[in-house]
């Protein structure tokens, strides 16, 4: 069974970073694209960030490009997201998915990943 943990969120003030880490068992972590979401109180989940399954490739919201920055080691399972200058709007449960479909890049629509984390919370106060 595919397991998604992440970590690293936190409260932050406006300016500031902080880096997700989200590591993955259960599969061949190589061979998946992985994407980042996130979901704030009262709004749908929207994505944020994807990277293909060998780090090739990225993808980005426009609402985050210039500031956020997504990247996986293989070795270590993990798939990151380093976000910079963070602004209140940032402030979400973010979520990591792992792509349905091995060697496979994956994007904005939710239907391409089937294992998601379970979540952490990221506060950025003004």
């Known amino acids: 069974q595919v397991q998604l943990i992440e970590s690293g969120g936190g409260l932050v003030q406006a300016g500031g970073s902080l880096r997700l880490s989200c590591v993955v068992s259960?599969?061949?972590?190589?061979?998946?694209?992985m994407g980042w979401f996130r979901q704030a109180p009262g709004k749908e989940r929207e994505f944020v960030a994807a990277?293909?399954?060998?780090?090739?490739?990225?993808e980005y919201a426009d609402s985050v490009k210039g500031r956020f920055t997504i990247s996986r080691d293989n070795a270590k399972n993990t798939v990151y997201l380093q976000m910079n200058s963070l602004k209140p709007e940032d402030t979400a449960v973010y979520y990591c998915?792992?792509?349905?479909?091995?060697?496979?890049?994956?994007?904005?629509?939710?239907?391409?990943?089937?294992?998601w984390g379970q979540g952490t919370q990221v506060t950025v106060s003004s």
């Open positions: 998915a792992a792509a349905r479909r091995p060697y496979a890049m994956c994007r904005d629509y939710t239907g391409d990943y089937n294992s």
């Open positions: 259960g599969r061949t972590f190589s061979s998946y694209a």
């Open positions: 990277i293909s399954w060998n780090g090739g490739s990225t």
